[in-house]
């Protein structure tokens, strides 16, 4: 019985995949106004979509046919699960790769899901989705620059080395050098993106809602969502661009007392087209090298004070932020002023790379974003529960919300301590995460669902800053979690004071943020008197 139920599945996947790939497709070709690029599609797709059915069917045939009799809570199930997370978490690696484009994507997600998938996966993903992503050859680069600038790199620039630097899931980068001097880095968008990504975007999408009609429990349908809306502005380089600059004069604006030490890279405009996006070159550390940060006389943790600070500056204050701040597209160079803390050790500039993906929070979800994090730092259980339900986790998932935002359980959320918050980063820390991912895990799948999809970005973030944090500091810092008091405390003032109707408004107001400076001020002095006792034992 069993057995017919596992063919069954792999079945319905085949057929469910044979029948997209056949049907309709010389229709699409003879109806469309594009017949070249429908062509493409109609080719690239059926491929794709065989390929991404087969590694599901295989995947769920691991699972079903390696646990099948093995008594739940044995050593020995726990031991072929292990097994089966690494093999299958292998076979999505080689099935990201050999599609690219959005699948890398979907890879370095997946990397970033602690809360969610089995920590095989995790590492699996985030070892091999930053850096090792399919390359363009020079002769796609040269394609690419003739449709876009009408003649080769070589004619475009003076130096240009055929060699990328880096390749991610969408583009590639060269080091190149301009006529008048100047060194850029050149960003690439590979050939294939544009063949390939209605394709992409149509067999991920069309695999993920077969497989929650055959798994109720597994709905990432808000991913395909996201994807959709999305890849588009990321694949057009202008918007990238203006992403850029934008950002900055945020800073500028809004965090005038920070703007000097994030930098984004100046654009050359004349040299950049929607897949074609010239920069200044940048020299620095990827933020989660730690050595390479000693050596260039910089405290890895003034480094993660400063990350922290940034981005809570824009998800609380700004309402512009970068989602996709993982390490590959973080850089660190001692600040160009030559500025030194007390005792010598100089201090960071944070460069952001990568400006396609930005999310902008409206007034009312950045309040009740910035107010969640305010409770959640403060340990004010009503004050979560109000906000978690404001922005959509409901009355029955608020918990599951804030232990997902904190990767810390109920218990541990509301618990007066002044280091609540912080994750050592132990074993024991993650197997503790692990076990509540693997217990609640439909209520995870539920609670995506529910959330509008800017927090979904929002979570992404949070979690690639976590990886950062951790690589700097091996865990969470409790520093890290009093700078988010404070920003989050800061624009929850500003939201209210423009809103402010008369003079007892004000008093209010300012009352309120006396008792949580107050309350702040507490934490940071318990904070050092606990870095003291740890000095002397």
Not at 47 to 67: E, G, K, M, N, P
Not at 133 to 152: A, H, I, M, N, R
Not at 163 to 171: D, F, N, R
Request: glycine share 4%.
């Amino acid at each position: 019985m069993a057995t017919r139920s596992l063919w069954r599945t792999r079945a319905k996947l085949a057929v469910a995949a044979t029948a997209l790939c056949t049907g309709g497709a010389a229709a699409t070709v003879a109806t469309s106004d594009d017949p070249a690029a429908a062509l493409k599609l109609c080719t690239a797709g059926p491929l794709r979509l065989l390929r991404d059915s087969a590694t599901a069917a295989s995947i769920v045939f691991d699972y079903q046919y390696s646990l099948w009799g093995l008594p739940e809570g044995s050593n020995e199930r726990a031991k072929i699960k292990h097994e089966v997370h690494l093999r299958s978490a292998r076979k999505l690696q080689e099935l990201c790769f050999r599609n690219g484009g959005i699948y890398i994507k979907l890879g370095q997600h997946i990397g970033q899901l602690e809360y969610l998938v089995p920590q095989e996966y995790v590492l699996t993903m985030r070892e091999s989705m930053l850096n090792k992503c399919p390359v363009s050859s020079y002769d796609q680069v040269c394609e690419v620059f003739k449709k876009e600038l009408g003649e080769t790199p070589d004619k475009v620039f003076d130096e240009f080395d055929p060699k990328p630097i880096a390749s991610a899931s969408l583009a590639q980068v060269h080091i190149a050098r301009t006529h008048d001097g100047q060194k850029v880095a050149v960003k690439v968008q590979h050939t294939h993106m544009t063949d390939t990504a209605a394709a992409d975007q149509a067999t991920v999408e069309f695999l993920v809602n077969t497989l929650h009609r055959l798994f109720p429990s597994f709905d990432y349908r808000w991913l395909v969502a996201e994807i959709r809306e999305s890849l588009p502005k990321e694949l057009d380089f202008l918007i990238e661009a203006k992403n850029s600059v934008k950002c900055l004069e945020n800073f500028r604006k809004l965090s005038p007392h920070i703007a000097d030490y994030v930098y984004a890279p100046e654009v050359h405009w004349s040299l950049s087209t929607s897949k074609l996006l010239t920069m200044e070159f940048m020299d620095g550390a990827y933020v989660n090298d730690v050595i390479t940060i000693q050596k260039l006389g910089i405290q890895p943790s003034d480094v993660a004070r400063l990350v922290s600070q940034t981005f809570a500056e824009m998800m609380f204050k700004h309402g512009f932020v970068h989602c996709d701040p993982h390490a590959a597209n973080l850089l660190v160079r001692p600040l160009p002023s030559g500025k030194r803390r007390i005792f010598g050790k100089k201090k960071p500039q944070l460069i952001l790379l990568d400006h396609g993906l930005y999310k902008e929070l409206d007034f009312s979800t950045r309040f009740s974003y910035a107010s969640l994090w305010r409770a959640l730092v403060f340990s004010d259980a009503n004050g979560i529960k109000e906000h978690s339900v404001k922005l959509g986790a409901g009355e029955d998932l608020y918990v599951l919300f804030a232990g997902i935002l904190t990767m810390r359980p109920w218990n541990r959320v509301i618990d007066p301590a002044v280091d609540h918050l912080v994750i050592k980063g132990t074993d024991s820390d993650l197997s503790e995460l692990q076990m509540y991912a693997s217990q609640y895990f439909p209520q995870i799948s539920e609670l995506l669902r529910r959330l509008p999809r800017v927090i979904l970005l929002m979570l992404k973030t949070n979690d690639c800053l976590r990886a950062v944090n951790n690589s700097l500091l091996q865990g969470s810092s409790l520093e890290t979690f009093l700078i988010i008091g404070r920003v989050s405390s800061e624009a929850v003032v500003e939201a209210k004071m423009t809103q402010m109707k008369s003079l007892f408004s004000w008093i209010d107001i300012w009352f309120e943020e006396f008792l949580f400076e107050a309350r702040l001020l507490a934490l940071q002095i318990a904070f050092w008197l606990l870095r003291v006792r740890n000095a002397l034992t």
